[in-house]
């Protein structure tokens, strides 16, 4: 009887629960989407980047966020290679602008 009863609502319970991971991976997606679009777009209006070196930086952000997402104990280093990229992006005005706002941005992310 309680096989039975099992059997029936166990496909039922199945699918919460695979709706349920799923909606939270969906949000946790977004909210790192979020973080690199604001993080690039601070850069962009303080450091005055072009539209191109915008989309680099967000190249570089999202492959920050898959590298920590994949090995987190490497974290500082995928930083560090971030930092290294976004600085290379930059001309030396822009450098200037991004020195002074770096270690504030940085912590952000």
Do not use: C, H
Request: net charge positive; aromatic share 6%.
């Amino acid at each position: 009887m309680n096989t039975l009863r099992l059997n029936k609502y166990l496909p039922i319970i199945m699918l919460i629960l695979l709706f349920g991971t799923t909606n939270i991976l969906s949000k946790a997606v977004i909210q790192d989407d979020k973080k690199i679009n604001e993080f690039a777009s601070i850069l962009k209006q303080k450091v005055l980047l072009s539209n191109d070196q915008e989309a680099k930086v967000i190249n570089i952000l999202t492959e920050l966020q898959n590298n920590v997402s994949t090995k987190p104990d490497n974290k500082s280093d995928y930083i560090k290679t971030a930092q290294t990229k976004v600085e290379n992006l930059l001309d030396k005005k822009q450098k200037m602008k991004y020195d002074i706002i770096k270690n504030d941005l940085w912590k952000k992310f």
